[in-house]
């Protein structure tokens, strides 16, 4: 990905106010001075359909050959769902269900055999995408590939032997909450969005 692309695909997040600065406390624990706010994309449909056709160009650009595009909920199932839209895939998300990712009952076509690639919205420490590919471990099916909107390690972390292919890789740092500069300068700590992760 190009200097060039990187500004672009950062003009769009800035057009739709999902980049915040601050000090947030993201859903890995760390702290950061950075925020991606994916809620502000799923609210401007306009806007993230322009991001998830660049993600599609990434992905068809790989020629893969897969039947599922999964992520995790919640903030991924939109941008999920509307890539396997673009890609005429099927579509499936796992969920928390008594504090383990797992697919809840009732999905038809996930079975031994089947093939998906992974599509999350920001890759910070990998821990919400290698618990989706536990669950399609458990199930059988195989995992073609990774892809997130943003990479928040500039490229440096690859997930169960596989690289992550982002549309943005930015070094962003995240630091322990006992060695954060941030909240030795006294700068407010701020929690955005919502988990359900415990």
Not at 86 to 109: H, N, Y
Not at 143 to 159: C, E, H, K, Q
Not at 161 to 188: H, I, M, N, T, Y
Request: charged share 25%.
């Amino acid at each position: 990905m190009t200097q060039a692309n990187n500004n672009a695909i950062l003009s769009l997040f800035k057009e739709a106010d999902a980049l915040l600065q601050g000090h947030f406390k993201l859903t890995s624990g760390k702290h950061s001075e950075w925020y991606f706010e994916k809620i502000r994309l799923i609210e401007n449909p306009a806007a993230l359909d322009r991001i998830v056709d660049l993600l599609v160009d990434r992905i068809r650009s790989e020629k893969k050959a897969y039947d599922y595009v999964i992520s995790p909920a919640y903030g991924a199932i939109t941008i999920g769902f509307l890539t396997a839209l673009k890609l005429s895939k099927r579509f499936a998300f796992t969920q928390w269900v008594e504090k383990k990712m797992a697919f809840r009952p009732g999905w038809s076509g996930l079975e031994p055999g089947m093939t998906a690639i992974v599509v999350e919205d920001i890759l910070t420490t990998g821990g919400s995408i290698q618990e989706v590919i536990a669950c399609l471990k458990e199930k059988g099916i195989a995992v073609a590939g990774i892809y997130v909107l943003v990479d928040r390690t500039g490229g440096a972390v690859t997930i169960d032997g596989q690289p992550v292919g982002s549309l943005l890789a930015l070094k962003v740092a995240a630091f322990d909450p006992e060695d954060c500069p941030l909240c030795r300068a006294g700068v407010p700590l701020v929690k955005p969005g919502a988990s359900d992760k415990k």
